[in-house]
Every structure is written in structure tokens, then in C-alpha cells.
């Protein structure tokens, strides 16, 4: 089998993980082929700038046994894999043609953590010292992998990324056999987190980290506990949450999602306008609250104790969670628009990051006469008068 056709197979296995900001607002657009036949993915980094990426495994074998995964050992499926100097010499050749804004390494687990992280951090580093690329590459941490393994790739790449997955070794145990939660996943997380700190060799590279949901009987609640760890006590730059849906990897399951998420805050899009990809509606639904409430915690200033749960410990599907923490808090509310702070109009529906600081910035020169003068879309106004007055 010539690279390219490895890449079809290992590019498209590798779209499950979100980790490294694959998204589009277009879902139809979540890949592209090239004339080649490989698969690229439309990106926005972490560290800013959008662009397409090659996103690929160097191997789709694996030995662990996640149950959510299409590529757990026991599921039947061709298994293939690239060598180090294979996926370089091919990357450039792509990179020449297309102009690509980098590569995302990830791979199943071949023989151990460490054995494969010497493929990944073999391909960066034929990357950054044969052919001289300056550009982006985030490496997958593989749980389990050693501190010396995760060294070298954190002294290669742009961004790494290590899977979460569930909240808590419970959860974890459920799925999976194979993983040491505690040691292998926050072990991990936690090392990376230390050695990315600000002032620290490896300060540059950014962390993500993705949770599957729904696989176990997690709640949202557990999800967005971790959530807000990972930002406030490890620093990780962004949190990805992926709907599990039965039958991934199976193309002759209906159900299968083809699609990442439009993955957009709370005030950029109305229900009515949610581009739902094919599969479950409530799990998709649910991923999609989980993003909201994760924008609250990155853009608007909230925090995990402003979240309301139902009984069972999850969001509500049917009310976005900033409405929602407007609803219960109306001693908020109104806010005024000729003079409340940045932060307060952050908590008002409808008005987001960048409406909030045009408001500041445009009544420092010129009173604000109405709110229509916001120019705010027809459907965020209507969202956003109930909690606002004018002085
Ligand atoms: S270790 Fe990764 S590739 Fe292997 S079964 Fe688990 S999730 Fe899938």
C-alpha cells in the first residue's frame, strides 16, 4: 500500500479527535480531499490563526480496549501503520503543494505508552531537523508514556494534547482496563501542566485535553468539575468534548457522525439554527451545552459554582446555561448599558466578548441613544432587552 492510500485509512481514523480545534461552522466542510485522496482538516490553533491541517495516526493497531473506541484491539478492522520518515518525507511534499498550517501526530497504542511515543516524537523531529520545519506540530500523548517520552515531545511541538476522557478513575475503569487513571491520565495531564508553566523551558507549547461523553454514566456536573480544574489549577489552554455515539467507526451504522461540532459560544447562535450533524440529538445536544458552559468559563468570566444542574447532576438540554443563570439570578438584572462594567454586561443574553467591549469602547466618545443603535442581530436583541436598560 503506497502512503497515500495509508493516509486515507489513517487520516480518517483520526477524526474522532477533536484535541487539536478541528472545527468548522459549515459541517459539510470538516474535511477536505485532496486530488491525492488524503484526508486534511480545517483547524483553528490554540495559539490563534485557523488554517488546514494534516491530522493522521501513524498507526490505527491498538492494544488497549477503550469500549468507545473503533480501534480497541478486539474490533475487526484493517490495521495499518506509517513510519516515521514515510509521514515526513510525505507531509513536506504536501505542505509544499498546499500550505498547510501543520500536522496533528496522534496513534493507537503500538506495544507500549513509550514505544509509541518514539514514532511521534520521530516524525517532529525529522520535521524540525532534516527538513527544517518551522511550523505547527502537535503531538498526542500516549497515557502511560514516561516523563522522558513526554520531554521529547514537548521540546518538538507547537501543542500536545493528552485525553482526559472521563471525569474520574470510575468512569475511566468502565471503560477501559488497560488505563491507570490516576497515573497514566492525571499523571500525566499534571506533568505537562508543570512543565508548560509560564517561565518554564517548555512555557510555549500549548495543552488540550478531550473528554468523551456519554460512554460512561458520567453527568455533566463531573465533566465540568474537571473542566474547571484543568483551566484554573492546570492551565490547559482548551477542553474538547466529543458525543459518544454507538457504532463509531462502522460506515454501515447509520447513526455514525461524519461531523466535529459547530462549536460556538452561546451567543453566536440561536437553537433554531443549530447545525445538528447526523446522529443522537440529545447526546449531540449535550455536547453542545457542555461547549456553551466551557465558553462561560474561557470568554465570559463564569465560574463553575454560576452553573445550575438539574437532579442528576446535568445541564438543562432545552435552556442555554447563560440564560439560565440569568433566569435565576434576577437581582442581577437590569444592567445598564451607559454604565455597567464589562464583566456585567459579559453576564447579560445575548451580548457577548466582542459586543460587550464595543459597548465600552463606543460609549467612552459617544452616549449610548437606544439599543437598537447596538446593531446587535435581530435575534440577540430580542434576547438581550428583557435584562438591560438604557441609563
Ligand atoms: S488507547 Fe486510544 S486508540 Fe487505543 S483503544 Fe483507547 S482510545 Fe482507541
Same mark, same amino acid.
Given at each position: 500500500m503506497d502512503t497515500a492510500s495509508k493516509l486515507d485509512i489513517l487520516a480518517r481514523d483520526a477524526q474522532y479527535d477533536l484535541s487539536c480545534a *478541528?472545527? $468548522?461552522?459549515r459541517p459539510e466542510e470538516h474535511r477536505k480531499r485532496t486530488d491525492s485522496g488524503s484526508w486534511l482538516y480545517p483547524v483553528t490553533v490554540a495559539s490563534g490563526g485557523s488554517g488546514i491541517m494534516l491530522k493522521t495516526l501513524m498507526? !490505527?493497531?491498538? $492494544? !488497549?480496549? *477503550?469500549?468507545? *473506541?473503533? %480501534? &480497541? =484491539? *478486539? !474490533?475487526d478492522t484493517s490495521r495499518i501503520s506509517l513510519q516515521p520518515e514515510e509521514l515526513a518525507r510525505f507531509f513536506m511534499q504536501l505542505q509544499a503543494q498546499r500550505n498547510l498550517i501543520g500536522i496533528f501526530l496522534s496513534s493507537g497504542v503500538i506495544g507500549s505508552p513509550d514505544k509509541t511515543m518514539d514514532r511521534l516524537v520521530a516524525t517532529a523531529q525529522l520535521l524540525r531537523k532534516q527538513y527544517r520545519y518551522r511550523g505547527y506540530i502537535h503531538i498526542k500523548m500516549i497515557p502511560g508514556a514516561s516523563h522522558a517520552a513526554m520531554d521529547a515531545a514537548l521540546s518538538l511541538a507547537s501543542a500536545v494534547s493528552l485525553n482526559i476522557e472521563t471525569p474520574g478513575a470510575a468512569h475511566c475503569a468502565k471503560l477501559s482496563g488497560a488505563k491507570d487513571y490516576e497515573k497514566d491520565i492525571i499523571g500525566g495531564l499534571t506533568y505537562i501542566s508543570e512543565k508548560t508553566a509560564p517561565a518554564s523551558p517548555y512555557a510555549r507549547v500549548n495543552k488540550t485535553s478531550q473528554f468523551i461523553v456519554?460512554?460512561?454514566? =458520567?453527568s455533566d456536573k463531573e465533566i465540568l468539575a474537571y473542566t474547571w480544574g484543568m483551566y #484554573? &489549577? %492546570?492551565?490547559?489552554d482548551r477542553l474538547y468534548y466529543s458525543a459518544y455515539q454507538a +457504532? %463509531? +467507526?462502522?460506515?454501515?451504522?447509520? +447513526? =455514525? #457522525?461524519?461531523q466535529m461540532p459547530s462549536v460556538l459560544p452561546s451567543d453566536m447562535l440561536p437553537l433554531a439554527e443549530l447545525r445538528m450533524p447526523q446522529g443522537n440529538p440529545a447526546i449531540l445536544m449535550r455536547e453542545h451545552r457542555l461547549y456553551q458552559a466551557d465558553f462561560l468559563f474561557r470568554q465570559y468570566g463564569f465560574t463553575y459554582g454560576d452553573l445550575f444542574f438539574d437532579h442528576g447532576g446535568n445541564l438543562d438540554l432545552s435552556v442555554d446555561p447563560k440564560l439560565m443563570w440569568a433566569q435565576r439570578n434576577p437581582d442581577r438584572f437590569p444592567v445598564s448599558l451607559s454604565r455597567a462594567s464589562k464583566e456585567d454586561l459579559l #453576564?447579560?443574553? +445575548?451580548?457577548?466578548p466582542v459586543m460587550a467591549k464595543k459597548i465600552v469602547a463606543h460609549r467612552k466618545h459617544t452616549p449610548i441613544s437606544s439599543l437598537e443603535s447596538l446593531r446587535l442581530p435581530e435575534y440577540l436583541l430580542e434576547r438581550a432587552k428583557p435584562y438591560l436598560v438604557l441609563h
Open positions: *478541528c472545527s $468548522t461552522k498507526s !490505527n493497531m491498538c $492494544t !488497549n480496549d *477503550c469500549k468507545y *473506541c473503533p %480501534l &480497541r =484491539e *478486539c !474490533n456519554g460512554a460512561s454514566d =458520567e #484554573r &489549577r %492546570l492551565d490547559f +457504532g %463509531l +467507526g462502522d460506515p454501515s451504522i447509520p +447513526g =455514525e #457522525r461524519h #453576564r447579560v443574553p +445575548g451580548i457577548g
